[in-house]
């Protein structure tokens, strides 16, 4: 990973960046949280707990967004049967890749 502040590669998970000095601890741990949040939804959605998953994929999300999180969002609303939340997460996907 890289610092946020001097975009060092810092690699293995410091307390501090070791060029600028930004306190990393706190960022290490919540790119962890949003990670094992990733994980929970995918789990739930094995188990075909939707709405747990949806939390967890939405958890996940506000931490850190990113297209697998998007994506587990899109199959939990639809497995919730949200084909309206569905669809408009489809849509935005389609007009960002025109
Ligand atoms: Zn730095």
């Known amino acids: 990973m890289r610092c946020p502040t001097c975009k060092r590669e810092v690699g293995d ?3 501090e960046c ?3 000095g ?3 601890k706190i960022l290490f741990e919540l790119l962890k949280n949003a990670e094992y949040e ?3 939804g995918c789990h739930f959605l094995r188990s075909c707990e939707y709405q747990k998953a949806h939390d967890s994929f939405l958890k ?3 931490i850190k967004h990113t297209k697998r ?3 587990g969002l899109t199959v939990s609303s639809t497995g919730l049967g949200n084909i309206s939340a569905t669809l408009s997460i489809l849509r935005r996907e389609l007009s960002r890749n025109a």
């Open 38 to 40: 990733f994980k929970r």
């Open 18 to 20: 070791p060029r600028c």
């Open 69 to 71: 999180a998007e994506y």
């Open 13 to 15: 998970p410091t307390e």
């Open 60 to 62: 996940s999300n506000r």
């Open 22 to 24: 930004t306190e990393l």
